[in-house]
């Protein structure tokens, strides 16, 4: 069973910077999917930063020109650089690897905490 282990997250204030990591257990062939996610208390998990299939990325509206996602397929590792963090980013942060039409990954989450 693969595992999607994260890194990263903690407690800073506005205006400062987090570098997230999520690296599987095992090499994960055939990847079509990598993704950053969060969920803030009370809201639906939302899509932050991804890539898609094709390989372009795709940001939520809110983390354009703050955030920004790379990857390792090697490593089957994903990181997400997030810059002039704002106290509404504060969420957990799941990351997300997909293969193949049916397997799905998702780490455990990592907290984010903004403070203003």
């Known amino acids: 069973q693969v595992q999607l282990v994260e890194s990263g997250g903690g407690l800073v204030q506005a205006g400062g910077s987090l570098r997230l990591s999520c690296a599987a257990s095992?090499?994960?062939?055939?990847?079509?999917?990598m993704g950053w996610y969060r969920q803030a208390p009370g809201k639906q998990r939302e899509l932050v930063a991804g890539y898609t299939s094709g390989g372009t990325t795709n940001y939520a509206d809110s983390v354009k020109g703050r955030f920004t996602i790379s990857r390792d397929n090697g490593k089957s590792t994903v990181y997400l650089q997030m810059n002039s963090l704002k106290p509404e980013d504060t969420a957990v942060y799941y990351c997300?690897?997909?293969?193949?039409?049916?397997?799905?990954?998702w780490g455990q989450g990592t907290q984010v905490t903004v403070s203003s």
């Open positions: 095992r090499t994960i062939f055939a990847i079509n999917g």
């Open positions: 997300r690897m997909a293969s193949g039409l049916y397997y799905e990954y």
